[in-house]
């Protein structure tokens, strides 16, 4: 099943303003992060946020994480037209193997296209 | 660091064809992942590997698909025959991973293959 779940699906805002993402998944984690994807080329990892973390910045993003209700937000603040891409939230759970050995796993949500208008 | 690398860029094939997509790892790097991504089911993972060895294998769509990491810092998925729906972007990333903590993953440039 799917993990992250993001919404909006696609966000269009002007230049200068805020944009904001929600991711919402349904088992505990160890970490949850927030990938970004230019139109054809590979994600680019933005930020990670642990389990036993609330909130963390980095530059012009701000993440936040609610583990009760099983939640987090990514905002990006003074947006700019290079901003645009899809943003994924990808959340990091233990799975077990069939021989039954443990590891994380990174499950990947079905992103958020941003569009920043000049 | 030159980053994750992924070979070809594009494919282009017949149906029918065997397709081998390649991927070398970042130095140091000991965890390599293999990911399908489509407009209708995003981003899928198909296979990951830590420290050589196939640890989670449940996203290979059938056994047209198979994986190898003949050492430890290089990879190939191979597609035999393959198929029109096998068409997509295919990635792969590394990371250092322990076992129970998944860290940030490095994305290649993926390989867009279509199967005519």
């Known amino acids: ?118 | 660091d030159a980053g994750v690398i992924q070979s070809p860029r594009h494919e282009v094939t017949e149906m029918g064809q065997e397709v081998t997509l390649r991927c070398k790892l970042i130095s140091g790097h000991n965890s390599l992942f293999w990911y399908r991504q489509t407009m209708m089911r995003g981003l899928e993972l198909l296979i990951y590997f830590n420290n050589n060895v196939p640890i989670d294998d449940s996203g290979m769509p059938e056994d047209r698909f198979s994986a190898k990491m003949p050492n430890a810092s290089f990879s190939t998925l191979k597609i035999q025959p393959s198929e029109p729906r096998d068409s997509a972007v295919y990635f792969c990333a590394s990371t250092v991973n322990e076992y129970l903590n998944t860290d940030t993953q490095y994305f290649g440039p993926g390989t867009r293959l279509t199967v005519l």
């Open chain 1, 1 to 118: 099943s799917q993990q992250g779940e993001e919404d909006p699906q696609a966000l269009s805002i002007q230049e200068g303003e805020n944009a904001t993402m929600n991711c919402s998944y349904k088992t505990s984690i160890n970490n949850l992060q927030w990938y970004r994807q230019n139109s054809g080329r590979g994600l680019v990892h933005l930020i990670l946020i642990r389990s036993n973390e609330r909130e963390k910045h980095s530059g012009r993003l701000r993440v936040t994480l609610d583990t009760s209700k099983k939640s987090s937000s990514l905002l990006i603040t003074a947006s700019r037209a290079a901003d645009t891409a899809s943003y994924f939230c990808a959340t990091d759970a233990i799975q077990r193997a069939a021989g039954g050995t443990s590891y994380g796993k990174l499950t990947f949500g079905q992103g958020t296209i941003l569009t920043v208008h000049p």
